[in-house]
């Protein structure tokens, strides 16, 4: 299992509540969100895929880069997702957390 950390500015207001997106068996993730007082956004990865670091960075840049985030904490356990569904579940996570209200939802 690996572990790895990023750090990206929050680029959004406050306003979300906690929201869970995905399930981790069966090759794919799982999306806790949560909002932080203020700062960036914190970004921990999970994975059972040794040497994906360069892959979730490539990936966690570009969502960062189109979508406005405010300051939340995101935990993120993988258990080999494709890059196309980490951004699906980032996006539902926000959603949810947006939209209604939160409060531990699964999507």
Known sequence: MERYTFSYPATANHGLRRALAGVVGSGDLEVLLEPAPSGDTLVT??????GT??????VL???FAETAWPPVR??????????????????????????????????
């Not at 670091?53 to 490539?58: G, K, L, P, S, T």
Request: charged share 35%; hydrophobic share 40%.
């Open 45 to 50: 990865v999970s994975t059972a895929l040794a």
């Open 74 to 107: 995101l935990d993120i356990h993988d258990f080999g997702a494709s890059p196309g569904v980490i951004r699906l579940r980032l996006e539902q996570a926000l959603a949810a957390s947006r939209e209604r209200g939160g409060n531990d939802e699964r999507c």
């Open 53 to 58: 670091e360069q892959i979730w960075r490539r």
């Open 61 to 63: 840049e570009r969502v």
